[in-house]
């Protein structure tokens, strides 16, 4: 590590420190060290293998529901072996940090976030696609298949998560909105911050006079609005950042 990162932690650090209104706007990159898998990272992240549109869209589900299922039961298999990493566990100590995410894994809840605000759904659960409004929590080490609504019989069962063209879920996005428009820092983590309009929230809270702390293993869409940025881990950068010393 180079002094100059060493620096930049401390300026961090005393920015975080002196914040009355902080709030986190994560993303997968929080959850990578803990084994659960990225959207873009080169190689390895999923829509670097697969076509986002054909397992993340009601289109894809619609045409081939049987293959969106199987890969919502292997990501589900490998949340279910995943464990809190430290990146979870320091944002979890601060009680003061509304924690917004994009994940819909359950790890920050895991390790104990009250304030959490999930702007794409929750994986650990399936629902009715059509309007019956039925809910089901699902076995995450043993992931259900395709298989019709249990209650109205009438259409599919699928993760209660939003994917690409849905509405993200309304009183998250409102809560979000007003946290980002209210907040004095946002921590940005672990995200490319190029799905909208949760990206969006960054640009609220910069708008708003926020001071922009990003925590990513690379520069990204957001680069340009932070006031600090960190390039590495988060599970290393996180407790430097916010644990007391
Ligand atoms: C590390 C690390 C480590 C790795 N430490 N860092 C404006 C312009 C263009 C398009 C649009 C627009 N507005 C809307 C759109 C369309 C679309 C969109 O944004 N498309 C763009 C991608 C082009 N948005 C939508 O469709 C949204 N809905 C919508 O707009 O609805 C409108 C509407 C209104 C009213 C009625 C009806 C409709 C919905 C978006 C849904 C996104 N869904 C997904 C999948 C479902 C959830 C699930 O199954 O889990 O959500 S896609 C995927 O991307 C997932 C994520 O939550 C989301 C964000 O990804 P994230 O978290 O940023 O991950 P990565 O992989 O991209 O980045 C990880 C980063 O971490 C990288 O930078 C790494 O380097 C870094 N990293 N390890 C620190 N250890």
Redesign the pocket.
Known sequence: MTSDHAESIAAARTAIQSSRNPCCFS????S??SGVG????PGD?WWSRHD?MKL?SPEGFSEDPELVMKWYAA?REQMAQARPNAGHLALANRKDIVQIT???DDLLERAGCDRLVQL??D?TSDRCHGHCGHVERVDMSNPPLDRMCPACGDERMR?T????????PSSAWSLAEQTARECDLMLV??????????AALIEVASRSGATIII????A?AASPLADHELI????ELLPRLLESS
């Open positions: 993303g997968a990159g929080l990578a060290p990225t959207f873009r990272d992240g986002p993340a990501r994009q994940n819909t794409h759904g994986i993760p998560v939003t994917w690409f063209g849905e509405a993200l983590v672990g995200t490319s911050a190029v799905v909208y309009p949760a925590v990513n293993s690379e990204t590495g881990s988060a599970e």
